[in-house]
Nanobody, 116 residues
C-alpha cells in the first residue's frame, strides 16, 4: 500500500503564499501522474494541478499563473507552490498518486484557509 502525507497548509491572508508538500511512501518516478485536488465545504473535490511521469504539468484554469506543481524524485515528494491566494482557494487540499489506470492513492489532506 502506498501512503501519502500532505503538509504545509494553514491560514494565510489573501494575496499571500503557501507551499504544500506531499511525501509519498513509494518512488514517485514509478507513478504515471502526481496530482493535487481540493475540496471546499459543500462542494465536490476538484482538480488543481498535476505533473506526469515525463514532467508535463497541467493546471486548472482557476489557478493558472498562480500555482506551480513540481516534484523531487530523490525525496519522493511533490510540491504545490501557491501564490496570490484568494478566498476561493480555501479548502482541503489532497494529493493523489496514480500508478496506472487501476491503482491510485490519496492522502488525508491539508487545510488551507484564506482570509479576505
Amino acid at each position: 500500500q502506498v501512503h501519502l502525507m500532505e503538509s504545509g497548509g494553514g491560514l494565510v491572508q489573501a494575496g499571500g503564499s503557501l507551499r504544500l508538500s506531499c511525501a509519498v511512501s513509494a518512488r514517485i518516478d514509478t507513478m504515471q501522474v502526481m496530482g493535487w485536488y481540493r475540496q471546499a465545504p459543500g462542494k465536490q473535490r476538484e482538480f488543481v494541478a498535476h505533473i506526469t511521469k515525463d514532467g508535463s504539468t497541467k493546471n486548472a484554469e482557476s489557478v493558472k499563473g498562480r500555482f506551480t506543481i513540481s516534484r523531487d524524485n530523490a525525496k519522493n515528494t511533490v510540491y504545490l507552490q501557491m501564490n496570490n491566494l484568494k478566498p476561493d482557494d480555501a479548502g482541503v487540499y489532497y494529493c493523489k498518486a496514480t500508478r496506472d489506470f487501476r491503482r491510485s492513492y490519496w492522502g488525508q489532506g491539508t487545510q488551507v484557509t484564506v482570509s479576505s
